[in-house]
Every structure is written in structure tokens, then in C-alpha cells.
């Protein structure tokens, strides 16, 4: 079910009608835990007994960890989960891959090698779940976190309808108390997170969504269109990929609102970073940081040799690569940013040029982001800097102006947050019955989130 579906215009407003309608905490979970159940079998019911069959092991595991004393015993638990979180991801999402380039290397030596592959389809979401169900089982072992009391309570927190199938990426110590104690309808929330919804539906809508066909045009065209089409459609993807992702975040955050519940921030105007580092701190922050806290730092973080930390920052953005797909163009990807974020650290640049070195070096990574092989990406890249076609384009430059608006929408809404509720009330709603009218009239065709794919 998509969040800019008629289905889901009909699905929220009944959820909402009867989680307010409850008085007890119970029934306020048993809600949300039905309504995220219906929300994702909606896609395949199948899916729906994968995902709660993973969360009820989880669950266990998670209170086997916290009751044991024996260090040993509270790894071998620990280990279990892992192995049957990042098992399971790997089986439906990377087995093939492997195998594939398992065979590849067995024929450079010159071995006749056929493995066996599957005919899996991916489960939405499944990355986005796996990561939060692991943080749980690490969060407890390390003691930073209490397991949840119950079945009920815990699939509430994972199955959370909201940010179920595309994140944020959330942590057991953010969402778990939250539904362990009753919520109360807060107005003020509530509209808040209809602003955000609003704006998210925006974003998807009149931006990602017109910008996907111009984007589309230019990649699966690239051999024979000029340089300028080629960076116009590369700026469009960039953008239309901001504002999916972002879109969807911001519509998951302000529905949660309208339940009571806080999910944590994505997105943070990364466009105006000036540094790498700063970028990614600021882009997809719960995966990042979710690579961070389980993966960059037990490897040793910053704090081992020069050349340590170096290879650390690599596993972590080949990682966040691999993450997203299995295919070697997402791993060039984050290779691509890892050296970009190790080479640039130290260097000495006026703001502006460290700006523009930043987003210049952002909007070329995501060449190998979308083109479908390394060699590929290569070939665009090459041809979009041999200035073949000199001024001449046929893709629509509409994508630039999208990007001159929310640029500079977003540049005015980041020094001065509060700037809608500060207008008059006929002025505010004013302004929502045309955002609205906007993408119903203007908006691209359907198309779903990039995000459901990874």
C-alpha cells in the first residue's frame, strides 16, 4: 500500500478513527499491530508470515539474552539471532548474487562451475525490519536496552505500519517506550504531522514523480544523447531520489504523529553540507548511524592506526552500498563516496568550494547508483564528460526549476522552521488546500518509492 494511494487515503483515516477511539493501552497496540499487519499483506500475505515468524524468534531470543549470566551463553543467543536476521536477508536478497559471482571466478581458473540459484521474490522492507530486529538483540546483549514485556508490545514496536517498509530505521530505545505507556491525541502533534505528510506528498509527487521520466530518459538513452542531456538527467535522478526517500520519511514521520508516536529524523537538509562527512551525517541518517553504532565502531571507529580507520570508513560505505542492493554498481557507489570521504577530510577549502565539491561529488556517485552495472556507469560517465551533442538536448529541463524551488524552499524553511504556523490561519490553510490541489493536478504518474526495492 503506498502512502500517495487511494488505498491508503481510505486505510488511515479508519486506523486513526478507531486507535482514538480506544481507551486502553492494550488496545491502542492491538490497532496499530492490526492495521501494520493489514498494511503489509496488502503487498503479499506471504511476506506478513515471514516478518512475524522473524519477530516472534527475535522476541525469545531477546529475553534467552537478557536472562542469562554466562557471557558465553549470552553470545551463543546473540549469534543465533544474527545468523537467522542477516541469514535470511542474504537468502532472499544476496544468495544469487554470490552464487553468480562464485561462478564467475571459478571460470577465470578455468573451472566449469553450476551452482544452483533461486527464485526468490524480495520481501518489501525486509532490510529496513532486519536492521531494526539485529539493533535490538545487540542493544540487549550489550545491557543498553530491557526486552520488551511482551509479544503484543514488541510487534508493535517492529510491525510500526508507518516506517515499516522504508524506515527510519528504528532503535528499541527510541520506540519501545513509547508504546509501553498510553497516548493521549495531542492537537497540536497531530497537525503538525499533517503538515509533514503534506509536504512529504509534495516532494514525492510534484518533484520525484516528474522528475523519474526525464531521469529515466537519460540513462537508458545515454550512448546517444548529448553531455548537457545527460547531467540534466543525472541532476534529476539526484533530486528525484531525494525526494522520494525524503517523502517517504517525512510522510512516515507525520503519520506516526498522528498516532502519537515520534519516529526519528532522516533527512536533514543534506544539500546544504560542506564537507562528506557532514553530507552523510546528514542523508539516510538511521542507516548510517545504524552502520556506525554496529559495524564502523566494533570494527575500532578512528580510535586504531591511521590505515585501520581508513579501511574501517571503506567497510562502512561499501557496506551502506551493499546494503541497498546486490549488485556491484551499489558497492562502487559507496566505494565511490568512502574515498571521496577519506581524500576530502583534510583538505583546506573556502566554504563555497567545499560546498560545491561535496554535492559535486555526491550527484557523480549516483551515476553507479542507477545505472544497472559498473561498466555502465563507467560509459555515462565517460560520454557525459566528452561534451559530445555541445548545447544541444531534447530531455525536459523542467527538473531544473523543480530544483530551483525546493532548494530554495527548503533553503527559507531551514533558517526559519515555524515560518508556516506563524502565518495567519486562513493563510496556512490557504496555502495546504493548494499544496494539495497541486499534486492531485500536477502530480507524475504513480510510481512506487525507490526505497521499496532495497
Not at 9 to 22: C, G, R
Not at 63 to 68: P, S
Not at 149 to 164: K, N, T
Request: some cysteine; hydrophobic content about 50%.
Amino acid at each position: 500500500m503506498l502512502f500517495n494511494s487511494l488505498a491508503f487515503l481510505f486505510f488511515l483515516p479508519i486506523v486513526f478513527a478507531l486507535y482514538w477511539s480506544v481507551r486502553s493501552l492494550r488496545w491502542q497496540n492491538g490497532i496499530t499491530m492490526l492495521a501494520s499487519f493489514f498494511f503489509y499483506g496488502w503487498w503479499d500475505w506471504r511476506f506478513l508470515i515471514l516478518m512475524v515468524g522473524t519477530c516472534i524468534a527475535n522476541y525469545y531470543i531477546g529475553h534467552a539474552i537478557n536472562k542469562r549470566e554466562s557471557r558465553h551463553s549470552r553470545k551463543a543467543w546473540l549469534l543465533s539471532a544474527i545468523l537467522l536476521n542477516i541469514g535470511l536477508l542474504a537468502l532472499f536478497k544476496y544468495f544469487n548474487f554470490f552464487v553468480d559471482n562464485l561462478t564467475a571466478l571459478f571460470s577465470l581458473f578455468h573451472f566449469s562451475a553450476d551452482f544452483p540459484t533461486l527464485r526468490l521474490i524480495l520481501p518489501i522492507g525486509i532490510s529496513f525490519y532486519t536492521f531494526q530486529l539485529t539493533a535490538y538483540v545487540v542493544d540487549i546483549y550489550r545491557r543498553q536496552l530491557l526486552p520488551a514485556r511482551s509479544l503484543w508490545h514488541f510487534l508493535s514496536f517492529i510491525c510500526f505500519f508507518p516506517q515499516l517498509v522504508a524506515g527510519p530505521i528504528e532503535r528499541g530505545a527510541n520506540l519501545l517506550p513509547q508504546f509501553a505507556v498510553k497516548r493521549t491525541f495531542d492537537y497540536a502533534t497531530a497537525v503538525s504531522g499533517m503538515r509533514l505528510i503534506l509536504w512529504g506528498l509534495m516532494k514525492k509527487m510534484l518533484i520525484a514523480d516528474n522528475c523519474a521520466p526525464v531521469a529515466d530518459f537519460a540513462f537508458d538513452n545515454y550512448s546517444t544523447l548529448s553531455s548537457l542531456d545527460l547531467l540534466t538527467g543525472l541532476l534529476a535522478f539526484t533530486v528525484q531520489v531525494y525526494c522520494d526517500f525524503s517523502g517517504y520519511s517525512d510522510m512516515a514521520i507525520g503519520t506516526a504523529r498522528l498516532f502519537g508516536i515520534r519516529l526519528s529524523q532522516n533527512f536533514n537538509f543534506p544539500f546544504f553540507a560542506t564537507t562528506i562527512r557532514e553530507f552523510w551525517r546528514r542523508w539516510h541518517m538511521t542507516l548510517m548511524s545504524w552502520l556506525r553504532d554496529y559495524v564502523y565502531f566494533p570494527l575500532g571507529g578512528s580510535r586504531c592506526s591511521t590505515v585501520r580507520h581508513y579501511f574501517n570508513v571503506f567497510v562502512l560505505y561499501m557496506l551502506s552500498g551493499l546494503w541497498h542492493g546486490p549488485n556491484w554498481s551499489f558497492v562502487a557507489w559507496g566505494t565511490w563516496n568512502g574515498f571521496f570521504n577519506i581524500t576530502t577530510k583534510h583538505l583546506k577549502m573556502p566554504k563555497a568550494l567545499s560546498w560545491f565539491v561535496t554535492i559535486a561529488v555526491f550527484v557523480l556517485s549516483q551515476i553507479f547508483f542507477r545505472n544497472p552495472t559498473v561498466q555502465d556507469g563507467l560509459r555515462f560517465f565517460t560520454r557525459m564528460f566528452s561534451l559530445q551533442g555541445g548545447w544541444h538536448t531534447i530531455v525536459s529541463r523542467m527538473p531544473l526549476l523543480y530544483i530551483f524551488v525546493l532548494f530554495s524552499l527548503e533553503w527559507f524553511y531551514r533558517k526559519r522552521p515555524n515560518c508556516i504556523t506563524e502565518l495567519p490561519v486562513w493563510a496556512r490553510y490557504a496555502i495546504y488546500i493548494i499544496a494539495f490541489l497541486a499534486c492531485i493536478y500536477y502530480g507524475g504518474d504513480q510510481i512506487q518509492f525507490i526505497y521499496f526495492q532495497f
